[in-house]
Nanobody, 125 residues
Framework: VQLQASGGGLVQAGGSLRLSCEVS????????VGWFRQAPAKEREFVAA????????YYANSAKGRFAISRDYAKSTVHLQMNNLKPEDTAVYYC???????????????????WGQGTQVTVSS
């Protein structure tokens, strides 16, 4: 599967961005998708995940209450709406995907088999 991440940019603290991850495959709806981020000199960390059916969603503690993950099946796209952004959210954001059964979402980067190229998010103070 091919993943295309987009929507990053430069925003002031308190602002919002919506990231998109387009999943290109003939059976797009068979995939669970997750968002991760990696800041300079840091490990790639989990941000949010959604099951193939969209019923199961997980968030990192840092994202709870500010970020929302959703799926647009018609466009084979998973969105990450990020509100009230903080300087510590600055990172390259990656989306990952893997074939999954219904009702399961994954929070470990090792669970994902395919990755997009990443999109830069920079939050200024």
């Amino acid at each position: 599967v091919q993943l295309q991440a987009s929507g990053g940019g430069l925003v002031q603290a308190g602002g919002s961005l919506r990231l998109s991850c387009e999943v290109s495959d003939g059976t797009t709806n068979d995939y669970a998708v997750g968002w991760f981020r990696q800041a300079p000199a840091k490990e790639r960390e989990f941000v949010a995940a959604i099951s193939r059916g969209g019923t199961i969603k997980y968030y990192a503690n840092s994202a709870k209450g500010r970020f929302a993950i959703s799926r647009d099946y018609a466009k084979s796209t998973v969105h990450l709406q990020m509100n009230n952004l903080k300087p510590e959210d600055t990172a390259v954001y990656y989306c990952g995907a893997r074939v999954a059964v219904t009702g399961v979402a994954y929070t470990s980067r090792n669970d994902y088999t395919d990755w997009g190229q990443g999109t830069q998010v920079t939050v200024s103070s």
